[in-house]
């Protein structure tokens, strides 16, 4: 509400004339009434009602509430809960097209394990399908082959839910490796493995002889990684490297694989052959998110290397686990523990496995020149294997300042014929960079 109050007289000397009242059109002359004393009424108000809705700005900013759509494929929108629930216990449809009645019975009030009481689908398996269907759907929106699809119609979301960490480019090659090579859900696994850690194994040898775009040449090189953990010649070896050739894509893969088949690099394999016979202890460095993606694991008791032999003798000498869920049982307790990958080395390793934390690399027997000499490593030693038997072995020694590891023939020329146990790996921490390398000149 508006008011206006006018509380004057005015005295005009002028003349009034009205022509139109209606289109309040006066006009007024000096002239003609000299004398002429108009009032003004009091007090003046006008009344203006501002109506939101007669705003246009306001007006556009409104909208109506729509619903989103439905995510249920349009054969299911009009079942009940009771309808839902007998499609997902008698699988009437294909896995892809009733996945969605699972999330919407959730909605609901349903959990999982009342799902899985109504219908025999587990909680495993529901969470398997929603994954998987959500990957096929990434797949369509990648406009993949129908045929390609197709073949996940059966059975696929075992196979498609093992590739969801895959980028959505890596996922479309990877279902077509997959369908072309008749995989299963453990093909899958190595494949969605081997395609998530090939990039971080660049400047390991033969790395850019695979191709990185191409998930066969990614399974190939898992292959050929695995095969030169083994002695040259063996059966091992050469089963690994048969497997890399046989899923290899690319002629230049295949074409390095044959080489070392073949024994064709000559008097270098021989050379490489004697460093390898040399140099017994793996050195790996740990890969970021490795061992959550590892299959299998080992749990080990870790010493540190400032608190010299006691540790060592004192720490549990049998960790195992039991039960379906696996659950780690040690002989007695202890403060600090390391989960490794299963890694050769430490799977085989039986009662008397350990781990010691080095703070400073330079206290095991190689060259620092091309180390960060401030990095910290883990040397797992095995305790049940105390002698001092190969001069090109490592084994774990106590010094003055901690402990240290030392080459075999180093502690046969001072006498020593017994150590706190045979090194058989040493675990770099993770990093971005992989250019530092160690290679086989570093060790002294």
Same mark, same amino acid.
Request: with cysteine; net charge negative; hydrophobic share 40%.
């Given at each position: 509400m508006?008011?206006?109050t006018?509380?004057?007289?005015?005295n005009?000397?002028s003349s009034?004339?009205?022509t139109?009242h209606s289109n309040?059109?006066f006009?007024?002359?000096?002239s003609?009434y000299?004398? &002429?004393?108009? /009032?003004?009424?009091?007090t003046?108000? *006008?009344?203006?009602? #501002?109506n939101?809705? /007669?705003?246009?700005?306001q007006?556009?900013?409104?909208?109506?509430?729509?619903?989103?759509?439905?995510? #249920?494929?349009p054969q299911?929108?009009?079942?009940?809960?009771s309808?839902r629930l007998?499609?997902?216990?008698?699988?009437?449809g294909?896995?892809?097209e009733?996945?969605?009645?699972?999330?919407? #019975?959730?909605q609901?009030?349903?959990?999982p394990?009342?799902?899985?009481?109504?219908?025999g689908?587990?909680? *495993?398996?529901q969470?398997?399908?929603l994954v998987a269907?959500q990957?096929? !759907?990434? &797949?369509v929106q990648?406009?993949t !082959?129908?045929q390609?699809?197709a073949?996940?119609d059966? =059975?696929?979301?075992?196979?498609?839910?093992?590739?969801?960490?895959?980028?959505?480019?890596?996922r479309?090659?990877?279902?077509?490796y997959?369908?072309e090579?008749?995989?299963?859900?453990? =093909?899958s696994?190595?494949l969605?493995?081997?395609?998530?850690?090939?990039p971080?194994r660049? +400047?390991?040898k =033969?790395w850019?002889?695979f $191709?990185?775009?191409?998930?066969?040449?990614? #399974?190939?090189f898992?292959?050929?990684?695995?095969?030169r953990?083994?002695?040259n010649?063996?059966e091992?070896?050469?089963?690994?490297?048969?497997?890399?050739?046989?899923v290899?894509e690319s002629d230049?893969?295949k074409?390095?694989?044959?080489?070392?088949?073949?024994?064709? $690099?000559?008097?270098?394999?021989?050379?490489?052959?004697q460093?390898?016979e040399?140099?017994?202890?793996?050195? @790996?460095?740990?890969?970021t +998110?490795?061992v959550?993606?590892?299959?299998?694991v080992? *749990?080990l008791?870790?010493?540190?290397?400032?608190?010299?032999e006691r540790?060592v003798?004192?720490?549990?000498w049998?960790?195992?686990s %039991? +039960?379906?869920? +696996?659950?780690v049982?040690a002989?007695k307790?202890w403060?600090?523990?390391?989960?490794l990958?299963?890694?050769?080395p430490?799977?085989?390793?039986?009662?008397g496995g350990?781990?010691?934390?080095? @703070?400073d690399a330079?206290?095991l027997p190689?060259?620092t020149n091309?180390?960060?000499?401030?990095?910290?490593i883990?040397v797992?030693? $095995?305790?049940?294997?105390k002698?001092v038997?190969?001069?090109?072995?490592?084994?774990l020694v106590a010094v $003055?300042?901690g &402990?240290?590891?030392q080459?075999g /023939?180093?502690?046969k020329e001072?006498n020593?014929?017994?150590? &706190?146990?045979? *090194?058989?790996?040493?675990?770099?921490p993770?990093? %971005?960079?992989?250019?530092?390398?160690?290679s086989d000149e570093d060790?002294?």
């Open positions: 508006l008011s206006f006018a509380n004057t007289t005015l005009l000397s009034f004339n009205t139109d309040k059109i006009s007024f002359s000096s003609s000299p004398h &002429l004393l108009i /009032s003004l009424p009091r003046i108000s *006008v009344s203006a009602i #501002l939101p809705s /007669s705003n246009p700005r007006q556009q900013l409104y909208q109506p509430f729509r619903p989103p759509p439905s995510p #249920l494929p299911y929108r009009s079942l009940d809960t309808g007998e499609v997902l216990a008698n699988r009437l294909l896995w892809f009733y996945a969605p009645l699972i999330p919407s #019975l959730i609901e009030g349903f959990t394990p009342s799902i899985e009481e109504a219908t689908i587990s909680g *495993v398996e969470n398997r399908i269907a990957v096929r !759907d990434s &797949l990648s406009k !082959d129908p390609i699809l073949e996940f059966l =059975g696929g979301a075992e196979l498609l839910y093992e590739i969801r960490l895959l980028s959505a480019q890596q479309a090659a990877a279902a077509r997959i369908a090579s008749k995989f299963d859900a453990k =093909g696994q190595d969605a493995r081997a395609m998530k850690d090939f971080r660049r +400047g390991d =033969g850019e002889s $191709d990185y775009v191409l998930p066969g040449d990614c #399974l190939s898992m292959f050929y990684r695995q095969s953990e083994h002695r010649p063996s091992q070896r050469t089963a690994a490297l048969e497997q890399a050739l046989k290899a230049k893969a074409k390095m694989i044959l080489e070392e088949l073949e024994g064709r $690099d000559g008097a270098k394999e021989g050379k490489e052959s460093v390898m040399a140099v017994r202890v793996p050195v @790996v460095r740990m890969k +998110g490795e959550a993606e590892a299959s299998k080992v *749990v008791p870790v010493c540190r290397a400032e608190e010299r540790e003798l004192e720490a549990p049998e960790c195992r %039991e +039960g379906e869920f +696996g659950v049982l002989e307790e403060k600090r523990w390391v989960v990958p299963g890694w050769e430490v799977v085989g390793l039986g009662k350990v781990v010691v934390s080095f @703070v330079r206290a190689w060259k091309r180390w960060y000499k401030e990095e910290a883990l797992v030693a $095995d305790r049940s294997r002698e038997a190969a001069d090109d072995g490592f084994y $003055d300042d &402990l240290k590891v080459r /023939s180093a502690l001072v020593v014929n017994e150590s &706190l146990g045979t *090194v058989v790996l040493v675990i770099r993770p990093r %971005e960079e992989t250019e530092d390398q160690l060790w002294e």
